[in-house]
Structure formats: C-alpha cells, structure tokens
C-alpha cells in the first residue's frame, strides 16, 4: 500500500460467490474494454487544451487505469489490491461493466468538457452488456471504486502552483533555451506531488551528472554536438529519423505498445487491469521522481552547452554559437535526467516482467510523423532506440539518457515487486 494513504474499504451486502461458471467468465473476458478506454484517454490528451497545463498527464493514466485495477481485481479477487479494498463482491459480477463505470467516472469528473462523448463511449459499450444482477453489480463496483480513488488523490499536491525558477548563468546551469526561449521552465513543482507507489520523490534520486571537465562530460558533449545538430552531416538518414519518430510524449508510446502487447496475448480482462496500472502506476512515479532529480542539479541543455563551449572551463569542448538541435525547440526542463530514457526504461521493465524477456515483434507508429512505423523485436530494443534518439535529436547528452535508464529501472523494480501482487506470492506491504 502506499505510504502516503490509508487504503479505503468498500462493503457490499452481496456475498462473495465462486463458481465454475464465474471462472469461465473471467478466463473468456475481452480485454478489449480496458484498451479502448486506454485509447480513449490518449485521445483526450492527444486534443490541445485538454491537458492542464501544470498537471503531467500521466497522473490521469495512473488514477484511471488504478480505478479500474481495483474494480475488476474486487471481483476476479487473485491479487492484491493497489488502493480500494471492496469486500463481499459476487464473483459472477461484470468485470467489464466494472471497467466501463470505473473509466468513465474517472474520465468525467478529470475532464468534464469531453463528458458527453464520454457518456455516449459509456452508453455503448454497457449495451455489450446482457442486463441483469451481474452487470448492475460491476457498474456498482466500479463507481464506488473510482470515487474513492478520486477521493485520495484529490489533495495529492498536483492541482498546486509551479515554484517559480530563477535561471542560473554560470557553467553547467540550466538557462532558457533558443530559438524560442521559453520564459519558465515546466513542472517545477512536481517532485512534490505525492507518488502513487513510491516512498517519496527522492526514493531513487541520482548521483550528480558529470563534471564540466570530466573524459564522459567531454564524450557526451561531442557526441551530441556532431549527432544532434539541425542538417547535420555526420548523422545518418536512419539516426535522424529516429530522433524525429520519438520526438513526442513518450509515454503515449508506452501505452500504444501495451495496447498491441495485451491484445497479442490475448489477455483476460483481469490481466489487461492490470498489466495497465503497473505500467502507468510506475509511468507516474517515474514523472516525478525524474522531476526530482532535474531541479535538484539543474543541468543546462545540449544547445546551451554547445553554444557556450568555451566557458566551461574543458579545453575539449569546442563552441559553437550558432548551433540548433535537430529537433528544433528544446524541451523546457534540465537535461539530466532524460524523461524518454526514464520512462522507456520504466515501460520496458514492466512490460518484460509481465510477458518475459523472449523475442515478441511489434510495431511502433510515431506520435509526430504520422503513418511512420518502425518495428522491434522486443520491449528492449524500443526501450534502447526511444532513449538513444534524444542524442540524435540534439535534446540531450547520453550521460542522460544513461541515468535515466538507471533511474527508470529502479522505480519499475519497486513497483512490480511490492504492488498488484499475486495473493499469497509472500509480498506484504
């Protein structure tokens, strides 16, 4: 259980029912329900202006996916519950009904602008439904459930103020990045948002970057400044276009591949619950975590770096004031740690964990260049190129990337061996 809440206990009068029937069910449920709602989230974050613009999205993906975790796991009653115990639960109860009223509520009460494409969504996929006790019981369920969730994060410090940030202009400081300049910097605040699964934001912060005047500060420096460049001649037609397929919210990419994994494996909906709240539980934490460790060394960017080569006092650093990145405007945070090596690695984990370390082809479509795909033999493979695209788009040093991955894998390992643990494993938390 998290440290930061008290588990909330639901009873319901029904008594638990198991039946051979009812495992039957559960064995040929769809999963179908827990990705589409996963879809339809990604469409709303995907719509410009829905987001707030001071709340990470991931937030979203964790308490929705958390909600629904909860709800079917009340019925299917194999693991541990994350945050919402409800007890005395039908086994024969709908876990997709369960689903359906557990996202939308969540969806609702997160967006209201989207509530009657919402309701519509809701309308349709309950009518799939055959009437009756089982089907009243899971929208019941899965109400209560996401209410509840709503309750204990609804003061979890996301809905608070960005601490304004004062640029440093010695060496090695994070300033405000060309061409665009942005005049703050995004989510300074969030390392303070309480983590869903994790102790505290600083659980696994990192060690510093590396010194301006060390051997890896310098190869990671030039590595960047010749691979990174906008027109650059030294990257290949293949680097360069990986720097541009990843250029968009990772963790949108994460949720696609756990789409087409689940539906691969053909997983019931009780395993869709919950291979999607692990990931988006430590999707989540990794967002804050690496936030962390960002305004706790406020390391400058790749373009800040390039341009003022000569004061950083490394003989090795050449500058070049005119240089740009490849992928245009740089993201308006410190560079160390990155956020695609950090959360690529969290997907990674958590995806390997589930389904095993044996090859599995899949293939990933862009989020910025549309109709764009590039296929993998497996979680780690797109874990490597989504971090190593960062150097090619010219947004981060490797010595990022590297920490990142480091930092990813530890909030993952955490979260997968402490949470939604099979009953009677031996966890105990």
Request: hydrophobic share 45%.
């Amino acid at each position: 259980m998290p440290r930061f809440w008290a588990s909330l206990a639901i009873m319901f009068s029904t008594p638990l029912i198991y039946s051979a029937s009812a495992y039957a069910d559960s064995v040929v449920g769809q999963a179908d329900e827990v990705i589409q709602w996963n879809k339809t989230l990604l469409t709303i974050v995907r719509t410009p202006g829905a987001q707030p613009a001071t709340v990470h999205p991931t937030r979203s993906f964790a308490i929705m996916h958390a909600a629904i975790y909860d709800a079917v796991n009340a019925i299917d009653a194999t693991h541990k519950p994350y945050l919402v115990r409800v007890e005395h639960v039908s086994a024969r109860a709908s876990q997709e009904a369960a689903v359906d009223a557990a996202a939308h509520e969540t969806l609702i009460t997160l967006y209201p602008a989207f509530q009657t494409t919402l309701d519509q969504q809701y309308d349709r996929s309950l009518l799939q439904i055959p009437d009756g006790a089982d089907k009243t019981t899971g929208i019941a369920v899965g109400r209560a459930v996401a209410l509840a969730t709503l309750t204990l994060r609804r003061d979890d410090g996301s809905a608070a103020t960005p601490i304004p940030f004062v640029f440093g202009n010695a060496p090695g400081e994070y300033q405000s990045t060309p061409p665009n300049f942005p005049p703050q910097p995004v989510f300074t605040h969030w390392s303070r948002v309480t983590p869903f699964a994790l102790e505290r934001a600083n659980q696994f912060r990192l060690g510093p970057p590396p010194v301006l005047t060390s051997a890896a500060y310098t190869a990671a420096f030039n590595e960047v400044k010749s691979l990174g460049i906008a027109n650059g001649t030294a990257v290949t037609a293949d680097q360069a276009l990986i720097g541009r397929f990843w250029n968009g919210a990772i963790q949108n990419y994460w949720n696609e591949i756990t789409q087409t994994t689940v539906h691969a494996h053909q997983l019931t909906t009780a395993e869709s619950a919950r291979v999607f709240a692990l990931l988006n539980l430590t999707l989540a934490d990794e967002v804050i975590v690496f936030y962390d460790s960002k305004y706790t060394y406020d390391l400058w960017r790749p373009v800040t770096a390039i341009r003022a080569g000569a004061t950083d006092g490394n003989p090795d650093t050449a500058a070049d004031p005119n240089w740009l990145p490849q992928a245009g405007r740089t993201a308006a945070d410190p560079s160390y740690p990155g956020a695609h090596a950090t959360i690529s690695a969290g997907g990674a984990f958590v995806l390997s964990a589930v389904f095993g370390d044996k090859p599995f082809p899949l293939s990933v479509t862009s989020e910025v260049l549309p109709g764009v795909i590039r296929s993998f033999d497996g979680f780690a493979a797109v874990e490597n190129e989504a971090s190593l695209s960062r150097v090619y788009a010219g947004q981060h040093f490797r010595s990022d990337e590297n920490a990142g991955e480091r930092l990813g894998s530890a909030v993952a390992d955490f979260v997968v061996d402490n949470f939604l643990t099979l009953i009677g494993d031996g966890h105990d938390y």
